[in-house]
Protein backbone atom coordinates (compact mmCIF):
# COMPACT_ATOMS: atom_id res chain seq x y z
CA UNK A 1 0.00 0.00 0.00
CA UNK A 2 0.89 3.42 -0.35
CA UNK A 3 0.91 6.35 2.12
CA UNK A 4 0.33 9.85 1.47
CA UNK A 5 0.28 13.45 3.09
CA UNK A 6 0.10 13.37 6.81
CA UNK A 7 -0.17 9.59 7.09
CA UNK A 8 3.03 9.13 6.39
CA UNK A 9 4.65 12.02 8.39
CA UNK A 10 2.40 11.37 11.57
CA UNK A 11 3.96 7.46 10.61
CA UNK A 12 7.27 8.84 10.55
CA UNK A 13 7.10 10.62 13.62
CA UNK A 14 5.33 7.68 15.35
CA UNK A 15 7.85 5.10 13.98
CA UNK A 16 11.21 6.52 15.53
CA UNK A 17 12.40 9.33 17.59
CA UNK A 18 16.03 10.33 18.15
CA UNK A 19 16.58 9.39 21.97
CA UNK A 20 13.55 8.78 22.83
CA UNK A 21 14.38 8.31 26.79
CA UNK A 22 15.89 12.01 26.31
CA UNK A 23 13.31 15.06 27.72
CA UNK A 24 13.73 17.95 26.20
CA UNK A 25 10.96 20.01 27.92
CA UNK A 26 12.65 21.97 29.95
CA UNK A 27 14.93 23.33 26.95
CA UNK A 28 14.41 27.28 25.63
CA UNK A 29 14.96 27.44 22.07
CA UNK A 30 14.96 30.50 21.32
CA UNK A 31 17.92 30.98 24.30
CA UNK A 32 19.86 27.11 22.67
CA UNK A 33 19.51 28.79 19.12
CA UNK A 34 21.51 32.17 20.62
CA UNK A 35 23.90 29.84 22.40
CA UNK A 36 24.53 27.78 18.81
CA UNK A 37 24.67 31.36 17.16
CA UNK A 38 27.33 32.48 19.79
CA UNK A 39 29.17 29.89 19.66
CA UNK A 40 28.83 28.85 15.87
CA UNK A 41 28.38 31.56 13.19
CA UNK A 42 31.09 34.25 14.64
CA UNK A 43 34.07 32.10 14.63
CA UNK A 44 33.33 30.65 10.86
CA UNK A 45 33.22 34.30 9.66
CA UNK A 46 36.30 34.91 10.99
CA UNK A 47 37.57 31.78 8.95
CA UNK A 48 36.30 33.16 5.86
CA UNK A 49 37.26 36.65 6.64
CA UNK A 50 41.17 35.44 6.62
CA UNK A 51 40.34 32.85 3.65
CA UNK A 52 38.92 36.31 2.04
CA UNK A 53 41.51 38.31 2.51
CA UNK A 54 44.54 36.44 2.22
CA UNK A 55 43.30 34.75 -1.16
CA UNK A 56 42.92 38.34 -2.60
CA UNK A 57 45.68 40.42 -1.02
CA UNK A 58 47.49 39.36 -4.09
CA UNK A 59 45.33 42.15 -5.78
CA UNK A 60 46.03 44.93 -3.60
CA UNK A 61 50.20 43.80 -3.54
CA UNK A 62 49.98 44.37 -7.33
CA UNK A 63 49.23 47.60 -6.49
CA UNK A 64 52.22 48.17 -4.89
CA UNK A 65 54.68 46.86 -7.14
CA UNK A 66 54.73 43.65 -6.75
CA UNK A 67 54.91 42.56 -10.85
CA UNK A 68 57.37 45.04 -11.37
CA UNK A 69 59.63 44.11 -8.49
CA UNK A 70 59.35 40.30 -8.95
CA UNK A 71 60.10 41.29 -13.11
CA UNK A 72 57.15 39.24 -14.57
CA UNK A 73 54.32 40.50 -17.27
CA UNK A 74 51.03 41.05 -17.08
CA UNK A 75 50.49 37.58 -18.88
CA UNK A 76 52.19 35.76 -16.19
CA UNK A 77 50.42 37.51 -13.43
CA UNK A 78 47.20 36.52 -14.68
CA UNK A 79 48.76 32.69 -14.94
CA UNK A 80 49.41 32.92 -11.21
CA UNK A 81 46.32 33.71 -10.33
CA UNK A 82 44.28 31.25 -12.45
CA UNK A 83 46.89 28.06 -11.45
CA UNK A 84 45.30 28.64 -7.96
CA UNK A 85 41.76 28.00 -9.28
CA UNK A 86 42.33 24.37 -10.58
CA UNK A 87 43.44 22.41 -7.13
CA UNK A 88 40.53 25.12 -5.11
CA UNK A 89 38.25 24.02 -7.17
CA UNK A 90 39.10 19.97 -7.77
CA UNK A 91 39.91 19.04 -4.19
CA UNK A 92 36.27 20.23 -2.60
CA UNK A 93 33.65 17.43 -3.11
CA UNK A 94 36.63 15.15 -1.61
CA UNK A 95 37.11 17.78 1.60
CA UNK A 96 33.45 17.92 2.35
CA UNK A 97 33.83 13.80 2.51
CA UNK A 98 36.60 13.91 4.41
CA UNK A 99 34.74 16.57 6.59
CA UNK A 100 32.03 14.46 7.64
CA UNK A 101 34.42 11.76 8.81
CA UNK A 102 36.56 13.72 10.63
CA UNK A 103 36.26 16.45 13.43
CA UNK A 104 35.27 20.09 11.72
CA UNK A 105 37.95 21.25 14.26
CA UNK A 106 40.80 19.14 12.76
CA UNK A 107 39.79 19.75 9.50
CA UNK A 108 39.25 23.33 9.03
CA UNK A 109 41.68 24.83 11.62
CA UNK A 110 44.18 22.30 9.85
CA UNK A 111 43.09 23.66 6.13
CA UNK A 112 43.64 27.60 7.81
CA UNK A 113 47.05 26.68 9.64
CA UNK A 114 48.64 25.48 5.87
CA UNK A 115 47.24 28.40 4.13
CA UNK A 116 48.73 30.52 6.54
CA UNK A 117 52.11 29.47 5.86
CA UNK A 118 51.33 29.55 2.42
CA UNK A 119 50.40 33.33 2.64
CA UNK A 120 53.51 33.83 4.66
CA UNK A 121 55.80 32.09 2.24
CA UNK A 122 54.52 34.94 -0.37
CA UNK A 123 56.49 37.75 1.00
CA UNK A 124 59.68 36.04 0.37
CA UNK A 125 59.07 35.83 -3.60
CA UNK A 126 61.68 36.58 -5.48
CA UNK A 127 60.93 35.05 -9.26
CA UNK A 128 58.08 34.17 -11.37
CA UNK A 129 58.23 30.16 -10.60
CA UNK A 130 57.68 30.73 -7.08
CA UNK A 131 54.78 33.24 -7.05
CA UNK A 132 53.25 29.99 -9.23
CA UNK A 133 54.04 27.08 -7.28
CA UNK A 134 52.64 29.04 -3.91
CA UNK A 135 49.63 30.04 -5.54
CA UNK A 136 48.94 26.32 -6.09
CA UNK A 137 49.89 25.79 -3.17
CA UNK A 138 47.30 28.13 -1.59
CA UNK A 139 44.73 26.32 -3.41
CA UNK A 140 45.52 23.14 -1.95
CA UNK A 141 45.63 24.29 1.62
CA UNK A 142 41.99 26.79 0.84
CA UNK A 143 40.41 23.76 -0.87
CA UNK A 144 37.27 23.09 0.79
CA UNK A 145 36.72 25.98 3.39
CA UNK A 146 33.67 27.51 1.66
CA UNK A 147 31.97 24.57 1.07
CA UNK A 148 32.23 23.05 4.28
CA UNK A 149 31.83 25.89 6.43
CA UNK A 150 28.32 25.72 4.36
CA UNK A 151 28.04 22.21 4.81
CA UNK A 152 28.67 22.93 8.25
CA UNK A 153 26.62 25.55 9.25
CA UNK A 154 23.73 23.32 7.12
CA UNK A 155 24.16 21.05 10.19
CA UNK A 156 22.59 23.02 12.90
CA UNK A 157 19.90 24.84 11.63
CA UNK A 158 16.18 24.21 9.87
CA UNK A 159 16.49 25.11 6.52
CA UNK A 160 14.66 28.60 7.06
CA UNK A 161 16.89 29.44 9.43
CA UNK A 162 20.31 28.90 7.23
CA UNK A 163 19.10 32.31 5.18
CA UNK A 164 19.99 34.20 7.72
CA UNK A 165 23.51 32.71 9.35
CA UNK A 166 24.87 32.00 5.96
CA UNK A 167 24.64 35.76 5.24
CA UNK A 168 25.93 36.62 8.56
CA UNK A 169 28.92 34.42 7.75
CA UNK A 170 29.52 35.90 4.48
CA UNK A 171 29.33 39.66 5.30
CA UNK A 172 32.51 38.77 6.56
CA UNK A 173 33.60 38.29 2.57
CA UNK A 174 32.23 41.59 1.83
CA UNK A 175 33.88 43.35 5.39
CA UNK A 176 37.29 41.75 4.47
CA UNK A 177 36.66 43.30 0.42
CA UNK A 178 36.72 47.10 2.56
CA UNK A 179 39.57 46.22 5.06
CA UNK A 180 41.66 44.55 2.98
CA UNK A 181 42.01 48.35 0.98
CA UNK A 182 42.15 50.02 4.44
CA UNK A 183 44.66 47.36 5.53
CA UNK A 184 47.38 47.24 2.35
CA UNK A 185 46.97 50.94 2.19
CA UNK A 186 48.27 50.72 6.13
CA UNK A 187 50.91 47.73 5.71
CA UNK A 188 52.43 49.43 2.35
CA UNK A 189 53.77 52.20 4.73
CA UNK A 190 56.50 49.54 6.03
CA UNK A 191 58.10 49.78 2.84
CA UNK A 192 61.65 49.73 3.34
CA UNK A 193 61.44 47.55 6.61
CA UNK A 194 64.05 44.59 7.20
CA UNK A 195 64.50 45.81 3.61
CA UNK A 196 61.68 44.29 2.05
CA UNK A 197 59.01 46.09 -0.44
CA UNK A 198 55.85 47.17 1.09
CA UNK A 199 54.02 44.19 -0.96
CA UNK A 200 56.13 41.46 0.93
CA UNK A 201 54.58 42.71 4.23
CA UNK A 202 50.98 43.14 3.36
CA UNK A 203 51.39 38.82 2.72
CA UNK A 204 53.79 38.21 5.65
CA UNK A 205 51.43 40.32 8.40
CA UNK A 206 48.23 38.55 6.68
CA UNK A 207 49.40 34.83 6.82
CA UNK A 208 51.08 35.44 10.36
CA UNK A 209 47.43 36.81 11.95
CA UNK A 210 45.78 33.96 9.95
CA UNK A 211 48.38 30.93 11.57
CA UNK A 212 47.93 32.56 15.28
CA UNK A 213 43.63 32.32 14.87
CA UNK A 214 43.88 28.48 13.20
CA UNK A 215 46.12 27.74 16.58
CA UNK A 216 42.84 28.93 18.05
CA UNK A 217 40.69 27.56 16.00
CA UNK A 218 41.63 23.80 17.39
CA UNK A 219 39.66 24.50 19.99
CA UNK A 220 37.05 26.72 19.19
CA UNK A 221 35.55 25.34 16.37
CA UNK A 222 32.97 22.60 17.67
CA UNK A 223 31.52 19.51 16.45
CA UNK A 224 28.58 17.82 15.22
CA UNK A 225 25.12 18.78 17.19
CA UNK A 226 25.10 15.18 18.33
CA UNK A 227 28.87 15.58 19.94
CA UNK A 228 28.88 19.48 20.38
CA UNK A 229 30.47 20.07 23.51
CA UNK A 230 29.32 23.37 24.39
CA UNK A 231 25.55 21.65 24.66
CA UNK A 232 24.10 19.63 26.80
CA UNK A 233 23.10 16.15 27.01
CA UNK A 234 18.96 17.49 26.10
CA UNK A 235 20.34 20.33 23.84
CA UNK A 236 21.69 18.33 21.57
CA UNK A 237 19.13 15.39 21.30
CA UNK A 238 16.61 18.65 20.76
CA UNK A 239 18.54 20.19 17.90
CA UNK A 240 18.65 16.92 16.24
CA UNK A 241 14.94 16.17 16.49
CA UNK A 242 14.35 19.71 15.29
CA UNK A 243 16.43 18.93 12.03
CA UNK A 244 14.57 15.89 11.33
CA UNK A 245 11.24 17.59 12.14
CA UNK A 246 12.52 19.77 9.15
CA UNK A 247 13.09 16.74 7.34
CA UNK A 248 17.22 16.53 7.55
CA UNK A 249 17.09 13.12 8.35
CA UNK A 250 20.57 12.14 8.41
CA UNK A 251 20.67 14.92 11.62
CA UNK A 252 22.65 12.44 14.37
CA UNK A 253 24.68 11.01 12.18
CA UNK A 254 25.05 8.96 8.99
CA UNK A 255 26.73 6.00 7.82
CA UNK A 256 28.87 6.57 5.17
CA UNK A 257 27.76 4.88 1.66
CA UNK A 258 29.25 4.92 -1.50
CA UNK A 259 25.64 5.34 -3.04
CA UNK A 260 25.22 8.54 -1.46
CA UNK A 261 28.00 10.27 -3.88
CA UNK A 262 26.08 8.47 -6.79
CA UNK A 263 22.96 9.76 -5.51
CA UNK A 264 24.58 13.51 -6.35
CA UNK A 265 26.17 12.79 -9.54
CA UNK A 266 22.53 11.78 -10.74
CA UNK A 267 20.84 14.30 -9.37
CA UNK A 268 19.80 17.14 -11.85
CA UNK A 269 19.70 19.92 -8.99
CA UNK A 270 23.52 18.93 -8.47
CA UNK A 271 23.91 20.46 -12.25
CA UNK A 272 21.68 23.25 -12.36
CA UNK A 273 23.10 24.23 -8.58
CA UNK A 274 26.88 24.63 -10.53
CA UNK A 275 25.36 26.85 -13.35
CA UNK A 276 23.83 29.32 -10.17
CA UNK A 277 27.12 28.89 -8.42
CA UNK A 278 28.87 29.24 -11.59
CA UNK A 279 26.95 32.80 -12.23
CA UNK A 280 27.92 33.81 -8.38
CA UNK A 281 31.67 32.38 -8.19
CA UNK A 282 32.74 33.73 -11.84
CA UNK A 283 31.66 37.60 -10.57
CA UNK A 284 33.10 37.24 -7.45
CA UNK A 285 36.50 36.44 -8.07
CA UNK A 286 36.54 38.98 -10.24
CA UNK A 287 34.77 41.82 -8.31
CA UNK A 288 37.42 40.82 -5.34
CA UNK A 289 41.03 40.28 -7.56
CA UNK A 290 40.34 43.73 -9.76
CA UNK A 291 38.17 46.48 -8.19
CA UNK A 292 41.18 48.11 -6.70
CA UNK A 293 42.83 47.76 -10.32
CA UNK A 294 40.18 48.76 -12.12
CA UNK A 295 39.18 51.92 -9.92
CA UNK A 296 42.81 52.52 -10.18
CA UNK A 297 42.64 52.63 -13.68
CA UNK A 298 39.72 54.54 -14.04
CA UNK A 299 40.84 57.05 -11.97
CA UNK A 300 44.76 57.56 -13.39
CA UNK A 301 43.00 57.92 -16.51
CA UNK A 302 41.35 60.85 -15.32
CA UNK A 303 42.68 62.32 -12.67
CA UNK A 304 45.96 60.58 -11.88
CA UNK A 305 45.45 59.23 -7.99
CA UNK A 306 47.46 56.68 -6.81
CA UNK A 307 47.35 53.13 -5.80
CA UNK A 308 46.09 53.70 -1.77
CA UNK A 309 43.52 56.00 -3.14
CA UNK A 310 41.72 53.43 -5.06
CA UNK A 311 42.64 50.87 -2.61
CA UNK A 312 40.90 53.14 -0.05
CA UNK A 313 38.01 53.60 -2.81
CA UNK A 314 36.92 50.16 -3.53
CA UNK A 315 36.08 50.16 0.59
CA UNK A 316 32.81 52.16 0.38
CA UNK A 317 31.67 49.39 -2.42
CA UNK A 318 32.47 46.65 -0.56
CA UNK A 319 30.29 48.30 2.43
CA UNK A 320 27.55 48.64 0.49
CA UNK A 321 27.83 44.65 -0.56
CA UNK A 322 28.09 43.81 2.84
CA UNK A 323 24.50 45.98 3.99
CA UNK A 324 23.25 43.93 0.90
CA UNK A 325 24.19 40.61 2.42
CA UNK A 326 22.66 41.41 5.40
CA UNK A 327 19.52 42.57 4.50
CA UNK A 328 19.12 39.38 1.25
CA UNK A 329 19.96 37.42 4.33
CA UNK A 330 17.07 38.52 6.66
CA UNK A 331 14.31 38.96 4.46
CA UNK A 332 14.87 35.73 2.75
CA UNK A 333 14.32 34.03 5.99
CA UNK A 334 11.45 36.36 7.17
CA UNK A 335 9.57 35.91 3.63
CA UNK A 336 10.75 31.86 3.13
CA UNK A 337 11.29 33.21 -1.10
CA UNK A 338 15.21 33.16 -1.89
CA UNK A 339 14.59 32.00 -5.10
CA UNK A 340 12.41 35.32 -6.22
CA UNK A 341 15.03 37.35 -4.46
CA UNK A 342 17.63 35.76 -5.79
CA UNK A 343 16.25 36.62 -9.36
CA UNK A 344 14.98 39.76 -9.12
CA UNK A 345 17.10 41.87 -5.77
CA UNK A 346 20.90 40.18 -6.92
CA UNK A 347 21.05 39.15 -10.49
CA UNK A 348 19.19 41.98 -11.82
CA UNK A 349 21.58 44.85 -10.84
CA UNK A 350 24.01 42.70 -11.16
CA UNK A 351 23.10 43.06 -14.92
CA UNK A 352 22.51 46.53 -15.09
CA UNK A 353 25.58 47.47 -13.63
CA UNK A 354 27.71 45.53 -15.85
CA UNK A 355 26.08 47.04 -18.53
CA UNK A 356 26.49 50.38 -17.51
CA UNK A 357 30.54 49.40 -16.93
CA UNK A 358 30.35 48.33 -20.38
CA UNK A 359 29.16 51.50 -22.17
CA UNK A 360 30.23 54.01 -19.28
CA UNK A 361 33.74 56.48 -20.47
CA UNK A 362 32.85 58.34 -16.91
CA UNK A 363 34.45 57.86 -14.02
CA UNK A 364 32.09 58.81 -11.45
CA UNK A 365 29.50 56.71 -13.50
CA UNK A 366 31.88 53.58 -13.64
CA UNK A 367 32.31 53.78 -9.79
CA UNK A 368 28.15 53.88 -9.47
CA UNK A 369 28.30 50.70 -11.49
CA UNK A 370 30.22 49.36 -9.13
CA UNK A 371 27.83 49.31 -6.72
CA UNK A 372 25.52 47.77 -8.74
CA UNK A 373 27.70 44.97 -9.56
CA UNK A 374 28.96 44.44 -6.13
CA UNK A 375 25.11 42.86 -5.96
CA UNK A 376 26.23 40.19 -8.15
CA UNK A 377 28.02 38.01 -5.77
CA UNK A 378 25.62 38.11 -2.90
CA UNK A 379 23.70 34.72 -2.27
CA UNK A 380 20.44 23.67 0.43
CA UNK A 381 18.06 22.02 -1.57
CA UNK A 382 19.34 18.47 -1.37
CA UNK A 383 19.02 15.74 1.67
CA UNK A 384 21.67 13.20 3.30
CA UNK A 385 24.68 14.75 4.97
CA UNK A 386 27.08 12.78 2.81
CA UNK A 387 25.16 13.99 -0.47
CA UNK A 388 24.49 17.37 0.92
CA UNK A 389 28.43 17.77 1.05
CA UNK A 390 28.96 16.31 -2.55
CA UNK A 391 26.14 18.29 -4.21
CA UNK A 392 27.63 21.90 -2.02
CA UNK A 393 31.30 21.03 -2.69
CA UNK A 394 30.39 20.42 -6.51
CA UNK A 395 28.21 23.20 -7.21
CA UNK A 396 30.60 25.31 -5.40
CA UNK A 397 34.11 23.55 -7.37
CA UNK A 398 32.87 24.08 -10.48
CA UNK A 399 32.19 27.85 -8.97
CA UNK A 400 35.49 28.24 -8.43
CA UNK A 401 36.64 26.69 -11.38
CA UNK A 402 35.12 29.20 -13.33
CA UNK A 403 37.46 31.84 -11.33
CA UNK A 404 40.67 30.63 -13.44
CA UNK A 405 38.44 32.16 -16.56
CA UNK A 406 37.84 35.27 -14.69
CA UNK A 407 40.89 36.16 -13.42
CA UNK A 408 42.11 36.45 -16.99
CA UNK A 409 39.50 38.28 -18.12
CA UNK A 410 40.95 41.54 -17.21
CA UNK A 411 43.88 42.10 -19.19
CA UNK A 412 46.60 44.86 -19.09
CA UNK A 413 46.03 45.84 -22.51
CA UNK A 414 42.23 46.22 -22.39
CA UNK A 415 42.61 49.27 -19.55
CA UNK A 416 40.97 51.65 -18.18
CA UNK A 417 37.63 50.42 -19.06
CA UNK A 418 37.62 47.10 -19.45
CA UNK A 419 35.06 46.17 -22.02
CA UNK A 420 36.05 42.83 -22.97
CA UNK A 421 36.22 41.73 -19.02
CA UNK A 422 32.82 43.39 -18.14
CA UNK A 423 31.00 41.64 -21.35
CA UNK A 424 32.43 37.98 -20.02
CA UNK A 425 31.46 38.61 -16.30
CA UNK A 426 27.94 39.97 -18.30
CA UNK A 427 27.59 36.62 -19.54
CA UNK A 428 28.40 34.73 -16.17
CA UNK A 429 25.67 36.42 -14.35
CA UNK A 430 22.88 35.92 -17.10
CA UNK A 431 23.86 32.14 -16.53
CA UNK A 432 23.32 32.20 -13.30
CA UNK A 433 19.96 34.33 -13.42
CA UNK A 434 19.11 30.95 -16.02
CA UNK A 435 19.99 28.38 -13.99
CA UNK A 436 17.90 30.06 -11.13
CA UNK A 437 15.39 30.56 -13.12
CA UNK A 438 15.18 26.96 -14.41
CA UNK A 439 16.00 25.74 -10.35
CA UNK A 440 12.58 27.35 -9.27
CA UNK A 441 10.14 26.28 -11.83
CA UNK A 442 11.18 22.88 -11.68
CA UNK A 443 11.75 22.45 -8.15
CA UNK A 444 7.87 23.78 -7.94
CA UNK A 445 7.26 20.75 -10.51
CA UNK A 446 8.48 18.37 -8.55
CA UNK A 447 6.72 19.42 -4.89
CA UNK A 448 3.42 19.92 -7.15
CA UNK A 449 4.04 16.08 -8.16
CA UNK A 450 4.45 15.13 -4.96
CA UNK A 451 1.47 16.83 -3.62
CA UNK A 452 0.20 14.50 -6.14
CA UNK A 453 0.98 11.43 -4.80
CA UNK A 454 2.92 10.85 -8.04
CA UNK A 455 6.26 9.87 -6.03
CA UNK A 456 4.63 7.97 -3.17
CA UNK A 457 6.57 5.04 -1.97
CA UNK A 458 5.48 1.72 -1.14
CA UNK A 459 5.37 0.64 2.70
CA UNK A 460 5.07 -2.74 3.43
CA UNK A 461 5.98 -4.19 6.42
CA UNK A 462 5.51 -7.73 5.90
CA UNK A 463 7.98 -7.16 2.73
CA UNK A 464 5.36 -9.22 0.36
CA UNK A 465 7.60 -8.94 -2.29
CA UNK A 466 4.59 -8.29 -4.73
CA UNK A 467 6.01 -5.24 -7.03
CA UNK A 468 3.22 -3.44 -8.72
CA UNK A 469 3.72 -0.47 -10.98
CA UNK A 470 3.68 2.15 -7.97
CA UNK A 471 6.58 -0.15 -5.91
CA UNK A 472 8.71 -0.52 -9.55
CA UNK A 473 8.61 3.38 -9.76
CA UNK A 474 9.20 5.04 -6.49
CA UNK A 475 10.81 1.77 -4.53
CA UNK A 476 9.13 -0.58 -1.39
CA UNK A 477 10.32 -0.21 2.04
CA UNK A 478 9.41 -1.67 5.75
CA UNK A 479 8.95 1.33 7.32
CA UNK A 480 8.45 4.98 6.73
CA UNK A 481 11.85 5.76 7.87
CA UNK A 482 13.50 3.11 5.88
CA UNK A 483 12.25 5.30 3.04
CA UNK A 484 13.30 8.83 4.28
CA UNK A 485 16.92 7.52 5.09
CA UNK A 486 17.11 5.92 2.05
CA UNK A 487 16.06 8.26 -0.58
CA UNK A 488 16.96 11.48 1.28
CA UNK A 489 15.59 14.43 -0.68
CA UNK A 490 14.06 12.54 -3.18
CA UNK A 491 11.33 10.67 -0.25
CA UNK A 492 7.54 11.74 -1.39
CA UNK A 493 7.01 13.70 1.96
CA UNK A 494 10.29 15.74 1.35
CA UNK A 495 9.31 19.84 -0.10
CA UNK A 496 12.20 21.93 -1.41
CA UNK A 497 12.24 25.55 -0.52
CA UNK A 498 11.73 28.07 -3.04
Not at 215 to 240: C, D, M
Not at 438 to 452: H, K
Amino acid sequence: MSHSGSVVSLAADKDELYEAHVDTSQVDERRLLRKIDIRVVPWLALLYFLNFLDRGSIGNAKLYHMVTDLGITDKQYLIALTVFFFPYALLEPISNVILRRIRPSIWLSSMMFIWGIVMMCHGFLHNYGGLVTLRVLLGVAEAGLYPGIVFYISCWYKRSELGTRIAAFFTSATIAGAFSGLLAAAISNMNGVAGKPGWSWIFILEGLFTVLCAVVSYWVISNFPETAGFLTKEERVFVIRRLRDDMQFSAGGEEFKVRYIWQSLRDWKTYLAMGIYMGFDGPLFAFSLFTPIIINEVRISSTGYTATTANLLSVPVYVWSCIVTVVVGLVGDRLGKRGYINLCAIDLPGLVGYIILITSRTPALSYFACFLAASAWVASNVEGSYKRGVTLAMAIGWGNLNGAVSSNVYRAEDAPWYRLGHGIILAYIAIGWLCSAAFMFLLRRENERRDRGERDEVIDSNNSGEMDELALKNGRFETVNDARREKGDEWSQFRYTL
